[in-house]
């Protein structure tokens, strides 16, 4: 579970002009603890992420590193916030009204 300081970290940093995600925001964000940027595309690629062209992607013999950058590389990376190892989609449209 994540404890007060990384939500409170995660929700600055999610933090859009006047609106603040609330903690259900947050929780729908939350991508898990992840120990490498490769680890997370893994992660990401199991889960049909939207950030990864899959239709591209050999599905044998995949380079994570080569898929990592795909991923990450350029302004990829702004798609993610990470605090302290844990990783939020910085781009997930709030489910919650």
């Given at each position: 579970?994540?404890d007060?300081?990384?939500?409170?970290?995660?929700?600055?940093?999610?933090?859009?002009?006047?609106?603040?995600?609330?903690?259900?925001?947050?929780?729908?964000?939350?991508?898990?603890?992840?120990?490498?940027?490769?680890?997370?595309?893994?992660?990401?690629f199991?889960?049909?992420?939207?950030?990864?062209?899959?239709?591209?992607?050999?599905?044998?013999?995949?380079?994570?590193?080569?898929?990592t950058?795909?991923?990450?590389?350029?302004?990829?990376?702004?798609?993610?916030?990470?605090?302290?190892?844990?990783?939020?989609?910085?781009?997930?449209?709030?489910?919650?009204?």
């Open positions: 579970m994540l007060d300081t990384t939500i409170e970290k995660a929700r600055e940093k999610l933090t859009i002009g006047p609106r603040v995600p609330d903690d259900g925001e947050l929780m729908d964000r939350y991508l898990g603890k992840f120990d490498s940027l490769s680890d997370l595309a893994r992660a990401l199991r889960m049909d992420s939207p950030h990864i062209p899959l239709d591209g992607w050999p599905y044998r013999h995949i380079d994570w590193d080569a898929a950058e795909a991923v990450m590389g350029g302004n990829g990376i702004r798609n993610f916030v990470e605090v302290d190892g844990h990783w939020f989609d910085a781009l997930a449209k709030p489910v919650r009204t």
